[in-house]
Each structure stands twice: as structure tokens, then as C-alpha cells.
Nanobody
């Protein structure tokens, strides 16, 4: 059974930091890229960051570049998102995704998703 389980969300003041985690099970991670999307109320789900499981190359949305860092722990099948200098516009439900590297920044029917974790940034 494929599972992606996120944790680490919460309430933080503007300028603060949070670290999200996503533990993957039931899939061969070498076949995937892993990453994060987010969805704010009334908005579409948008790409945040991704990392290739083999090689570890990373890619970020412009809105989070230089503030967020994606990383992975191969042994723990875990992907992390370190979020620094958070702003109220970062408030959203953050979702972990496993998908193909090509077109990762889009959503497709074949994508695998976690249940999401809420991040709220107060001003």
C-alpha cells in the first residue's frame, strides 16, 4: 500500500521557520521525484519544490527560492521542506507528492499525494 505521510505543519509568526516532513512507503522511490505543492483557500494547488530521488537535484518555485530548502533522507524514505522567513502568503495546506520528474511542476492523474499538513503564518 502506497502511503505519503506529512507532518510538521503549524502556526508560526511572520519571519519564523517550520520544517515539514514526508515519509514514503510502499513505492520504489528511485523511480520517482518527490516534492511539495501547496493550496491556499480558493486557489489552485501550486508547485513549491521538488527533488530527484536519484542524484538529488532540486528545483523551486520562484516564490520560495532562497527561503525554502528541500532535502531527503534516503535511509528513512523521507523528504523534508525547511521553510525560513515565512510570510502570510505562505499560508496553505502543504502536500507531499511522488511523481515522474518530467512535468513534475504540474498535477497529473498518476501523481501520488499525501493527506496534507496545514501551515498558517500570522502577520
Amino acid at each position: 500500500q502506497v502511503q505519503l505521510v506529512e507532518s510538521g505543519g503549524g502556526l508560526v509568526q511572520a519571519g519564523g521557520s517550520l520544517r515539514l516532513s514526508c515519509v514514503a512507503s510502499g513505492l520504489t522511490l528511485s523511480n520517482y521525484a518527490m516534492g511539495w505543492f501547496r493550496q491556499a483557500p480558493g486557489k489552485e494547488r501550486e508547485f513549491v519544490a521538488r527533488i530527484k530521488w536519484i542524484g538529488g537535484s532540486t528545483y523551486y518555485a520562484d516564490s520560495v527560492k532562497d527561503r525554502f530548502t528541500i532535502s531527503k533522507d534516503n535511509a528513512g524514505n523521507t523528504v523534508f521542506l525547511q521553510m525560513n522567513r515565512l510570510a502570510p502568503e505562505d499560508t496553505a495546506v502543504y502536500y507531499c507528492k511522488a511523481g515522474q520528474i518530467w512535468g513534475f511542476t504540474r498535477t497529473t492523474p498518476d501523481d501520488l499525494w499525501g493527506q496534507g499538513t496545514q501551515v498558517t503564518v500570522s502577520s
